[in-house]
């Protein structure tokens, strides 16, 4: 066989999404919460929905930002005295991890250069 003329394949698709219109209207008509239903035709009273992004995606977007500004979130001073008091509470109690399994798990590192 041959290649079908571009004319029958034309009638072809539109026949095809003809089809599919006909069912979205009916399951839009019939209250079914089909997906093609709610693919073609627009939500309650012919309005858009306005545009959303899947979930997760802002959130890495706003993550790659964060990460390549220089600016610290959390202030140098605040996050020092936070070192230090979880310092001091170590120091009291003993490391959270008496047996630490990798080196350095077992105590806090402090590398700060104070201003």
């Not at 995606?57 to 005295?81: A, D, G, H």
């Not at 003993?94 to 798990?105: A, I, K, L, M, T």
């Amino acid at each position: 066989g041959g290649k079908a003329p571009r004319k029958a394949l034309a009638e072809e698709a539109a026949r095809k999404k003809k089809m599919e219109q006909q069912a979205a209207e009916k399951a839009y008509q019939t209250g079914s919460s089909s997906r093609l239903a709610k693919k073609t035709l627009p939500s309650a009273g012919g309005v858009k929905k306005p545009h959303r992004y899947r979930p997760g995606t802002v959130v890495l977007r706003e993550i790659r930002k964060y990460q390549q500004s220089s600016v610290p979130l959390i202030p140098f001073t605040c996050m020092s005295n936070l070192v230090h008091q979880r310092a001091e509470q170590d120091d009291v109690s003993g490391p959270s991890n008496p047996h630490p399994q990798h080196r350095g798990e077992g105590r806090l590192d402090i590398r700060f250069q104070f201003q």
